[in-house]
């Protein structure tokens, strides 16, 4: 028999290393195969219940995995927060401020190299899909959850974890519904319907976090929603928003129509208050953000070159036999309600095509309605901002209007409103073209009650300046042939009756043409105290009012 020699029993030793290895190898492998679906689910759960200190767990159907191809499926995705360990935590101040309950019935990744997984920690893939997630989000309001506890961590770094770099091509979340309630309530208050999302050329590590041309980690991203529906704090509205959609590489916004829409008719909303107030109806339709600061939008701001608004409808409603409130509603005129937008606004141009506004109020005397209508509205606003920044190099925002007054004759309206001013001040100017003074009687007839029998105004020009507490101007107003008739309505008719002697009385007291024949134009000044119940435009349109009183000899 040959003796074994050293060199040879080396081998030997060497070729049984080989051998023991390759069994090694081939066991794991054949073990990974039959358990790795155990081995990620494990890994997994463990890592979800370690990084939300126990509040959520995760299980999932099934998961189908393809190293060499990259390939991984998992179906019926759920993460729900323990309701148990949460009023533990909240108990002990570390309550989270938002609660999540995800449910995704498929995600697919492909493309995945898992040679760079496993030997530089970095996960990089060709496509991820998100597929039809249902996603409820629960505001716990809990007070002991402060901004400050949050800690002072890149985000990028909160994303990633113990990986060094999370990369794919192309991110796709597909017809997703997101609902958002209060723990307390368990209520929806806001449900988004059909929402994709698309990101292209995703990269989170710091190299990408100072990247500020990248949206979201990615170098494209568009958003789109079908519907959005919520019901107002005060439950008197609902809230619809159609067909959202957000380019980054348009930096664009668009949504096909929002609208604000009483939950009940007009009778009812107002009886359903205890006090006076308005009941409004709006419809926008062809809403567009152009040029807007994609970064700033996705940080809770609105800066824009410019707003579009197409069609649109405002119907306001009120019944003044209700009795008003002791409500200081400043807060409602334009230049408070936009200091009072909770997120930066920078708007620099905003134009409105083809609006219909209407304000309808019912008479305490005759408990009919009268209609103030304004057709064919076009406006160009200037300067929409809460930015203290760009108030202190340009502090007036302008709006420029043209309508159809009455839908019968121009009227133009120029308004100047001074932002952050401590009194509220604004100014607004205008003048309305020639047209028959009876067209007025659907507004004088029910909240005179009036009606005028003949008349030619020829025109109106009017200067305003109003602040917080009054307004005051000049108003010319030329017309001819001025005559009217005093009405009344007896109790329980439905008609209204001539006022024969009022009538009289009323017709030798009004000047009846400015100028009189071979006299002087008469102008007048105006002045009204504000109604601290009522809006700006109230406070315009009595001042107006008021403008027209003096002009015809009306005295009170």
Not at 195 to 209: E, G, H, P, Q, W
Not at 215 to 241: M, P, Q
Not at 330 to 343: A, D, G, N, T
Not at 426 to 453: K, Y
Request: charged share 20%; glycine share 4%; hydrophobic share 40%.
């Amino acid at each position: 028999m040959k003796k074994v020699t050293a060199t040879h029993k080396g081998r030997t030793i060497a070729f049984g290393v080989l051998i023991f290895f390759i069994v090694i190898i081939a066991g794991g492998i054949f073990y990974w195969n039959v358990s790795k679906a155990t081995i990620i689910k494990n890994k997994i759960e463990k890592t979800v219940r370690e990084k939300t200190n126990g509040l959520y767990k995760i299980k999932y159907d099934s998961l189908r995995l393809n190293e060499l191809s990259g390939y991984l499926s998992i179906s019926n995705m759920e993460l729900m927060y323990d309701s148990t360990r949460y009023i533990a935590l909240d108990k002990l101040g570390e309550g989270p401020a938002v609660l999540l309950n995800i449910h995704i019935p498929q995600i697919i990744a492909s493309g995945v190299k898992t040679s760079r997984v496993l030997l530089n920690n970095e996960i990089v893939g060709r496509k991820l899909e998100i597929i039809r997630p249902v996603i409820d989000i629960t505001y716990t309001n809990s007070t002991k959850n402060k901004p400050a506890t949050v800690p002072p961590k890149e985000i990028f770094e909160q994303i990633l974890g113990d990986l060094k770099l999370l990369q794919a091509d192309t991110v796709v979340i597909t017809d997703a519904q997101i609902n958002t309630s209060t723990l307390k309530t368990k209520k929806v208050n806001i449900h988004m319907q059909d929402v994709s999302m698309t990101l292209v050329k995703l990269r989170v590590d710091s190299i990408s976090n100072a990247d500020t041309s990248r949206i979201l980690f990615a170098e494209e991203v568009n958003i789109s929603c079908r519907k959005i529906t919520w019901l107002a704090g005060n439950k008197f509205y609902n809230y619809t928003a159609d067909d959202i959609s957000i380019s980054s590489v348009n930096n664009q916004l668009r949504a096909k129509n929002f609208r604000v829409v009483p939950v009940m008719d007009e009778d009812a909303f107002v009886n359903a208050k205890p006090v006076q107030d308005y009941c409004f109806d709006l419809s926008f339709s062809d809403i567009q953000l152009q040029h807007i600061d994609m970064e700033q939008l996705f940080d809770a701001a609105i800066i824009a070159d410019t707003m579009l608004i197409g069609p649109a409808s405002l119907k306001i409603y009120c019944d003044v036999a209700i009795p008003s409130d002791i409500r200081n509603r400043k807060e409602q005129y334009p230049l408070h309600i936009i200091e009072l937008i909770p997120v930066p606004v920078n708007i620099k141009k905003m134009i409105l095509y083809n609006a219909f506004v209407e304000y309808k109020e019912r008479s305490s005397i005759t408990r009919q309605s009268g209609k103030v209508q304004f057709y064919n509205i076009n406006a160009n606003i200037s300067n929409i901002t809460n930015n203290k920044n760009v108030i202190a190099a340009n502090n007036i925002m302008t709006a420029d209007i043209n309508a159809k007054f009455l839908n019968s004759t121009p009227l133009k309206t120029s308004w100047k409103i001074y932002l952050l001013h401590p009194q509220g001040r604004f100014d607004v100017s205008g003048s309305l073209a020639a047209m028959d003074a009876r067209l007025f009687n659907p507004l004088t007839i029910p909240m005179g009650p009036s009606r005028i029998n003949k008349g030619t105004i020829k025109s109106l020009e009017f200067n305003f300046s109003g602040n917080d507490a009054a307004m005051d101007g000049n108003m010319k107003l030329l017309y001819d042939d001025f005559n009217i008739t005093m009405l009344e309505r007896d109790k329980g008719a439905t008609k209204m009756d001539r006022k024969s002697l009022q009538s009289a009385m009323a017709n030798l007291l009004i000047i009846n043409s400015n100028p009189k024949k071979h006299g002087d134009i008469r102008e007048v000044q105006t002045h009204i105290d504000r109604n601290t119940n009522q809006s700006m435009f109230y406070l315009a349109w009595k001042s107006l009012f008021n403008g027209i009183e003096k002009t015809v000899g009306i005295r009170k």
